[in-house]
């Protein structure tokens, strides 16, 4: 078991393009979550998934930022016309069932310059 | 709204001695789940520990294991026969019994010296 994947490890971009973070849960877990890290903060709740749906995004900003889990394929955090105040560290965690057996990836650092 | 507070930014300890880390949260709930997770500059999130609310004996995991004080709202980690593999970042982190996100503290960086 391959654990949870996410790729790239490393993304730098331009302010104003986009970026695409992207997760592969462990085999048979359905939840998927997205975090966030600042630089020398803890890690923040963003978005909950559910395998077609999206069931808790009250951590999410508004704006450009749009969260996936498809049917079929990864969990795509989409994030549109970066800005500097983007850079972190974005961590996806997968479970089989909610609150238990929580797994981590090694996460996405980005960095918009 | 919860909140985990760590109030140590940064810890020292000697190879083989022993170290505590303190916790604290705020909530109104009664059942939830506390954890410690480890980050090495690997940044890997790595579960260290986990404490039931409602149990009131302190979880152990071999060398690491918590002071649970769930009246004064403290969840502290020692860790004793420190190895400089411990070294990292230790986050504290909150969670409701029926929710399915964590609340986690700002951190405390921990430095195992030879």
């Known amino acids: 078991n391959a654990g949870v994947m996410q790729n790239p490890r490393h993304l730098v971009r331009r302010r104003g393009q986009e970026a695409r973070l992207r997760c592969s849960p462990m085999k048979g877990h359905s939840h998927v979550y997205w975090y966030r890290q600042l630089p020398e903060e803890g890690l923040k709740f963003m978005v909950y998934?559910?395998?077609?749906?999206?069931?808790?995004e009250s951590g999410m900003p508004k704006e450009r930022f749009s969260a996936e889990f498809p049917k079929e394929g990864p969990s795509i955090l989409r994030i549109q016309q970066v800005v500097r105040g983007d850079s972190a560290a974005y961590f996806c965690?997968?479970?089989?069932?909610?609150?238990?057996?929580?797994?981590f990836g090694s996460g996405t650092r980005l960095t918009v310059v | 709204a919860q909140t985990v507070t760590q109030s140590q930014p940064e810890m020292s300890v000697q190879e083989a001695e022993t170290v505590t880390l303190s916790c604290t949260y705020d909530?109104?709930?009664?059942?939830?789940?506390l954890f410690w997770y480890k980050q090495p500059p690997s940044r890997q999130m790595i579960l260290v520990i986990r404490q039931e609310a409602y149990k009131q004996q302190n979880a152990t995991e071999n060398r690491f294991s918590v002071n649970f004080q769930k009246a004064a709202k403290s969840f502290s980690l020692k860790i004793s026969d420190s190895q400089l593999g411990d070294t990292a970042m230790y986050f504290c982190?909150?969670?409701?019994?029926?929710?399915?996100?964590?609340?986690f503290g700002p951190g405390t960086r921990l430095s195992v010296l030879p």
């Open positions: 965690a997968s479970s089989s069932d909610r609150n238990y057996g929580y797994t």
């Open positions: 998934l559910q395998k077609e749906n999206i069931i808790d």
């Open positions: 982190a909150f969670m409701k019994q029926d929710g399915q996100n964590f609340v």
């Open positions: 909530t109104s709930e009664s059942n939830y789940y």
